[in-house]
């Protein structure tokens, strides 16, 4: 799977009701994504925006609330993809596991 994810791209999703995630996306279609070691962006913390996060990830990690990754999610009603920089993919992967 590796090997296959390394030709993905690392994306942020946002989606009408489902929320923001940040994953690999395995496939697009229409108003739907399947997605790989998704992590849901319930809130975050030292980014201004979607924008800014896909390109410098997070300045505050640790006030940040990003649940376990999944390893594939289809979510629906998709509004917005964003690919992200390299640096923003290993930030938001070094954001602590929120949990309560």
């Known amino acids: 799977?590796?090997?296959e994810k390394s030709k993905m791209p690392y994306v942020i999703v946002r989606t009408e009701s489902a929320g923001v995630f940040a994953a690999y996306l395995e496939k697009r279609e229409g108003k739907e994504a399947v997605m790989r070691d998704a992590r849901r962006l319930w809130y975050w913390a030292g980014a201004a925006s979607l924008s800014q996060l896909a390109v410098e990830g997070v300045k505050k990690p640790f006030e940040c609330k990003f649940p376990c990754v999944v390893d594939k999610i289809t979510v629906t009603e998709v509004i917005e993809v964003l690919e992200c920089?390299?640096?923003?993919?290993?930030?938001?992967?070094?954001?602590?596991?929120?949990?309560?």
């Open 85 to 100: 920089t390299e640096v923003a993919r290993l930030n938001i992967a070094a954001v602590p596991v929120w949990e309560v």
């Open 1 to 3: 799977m590796e090997k």
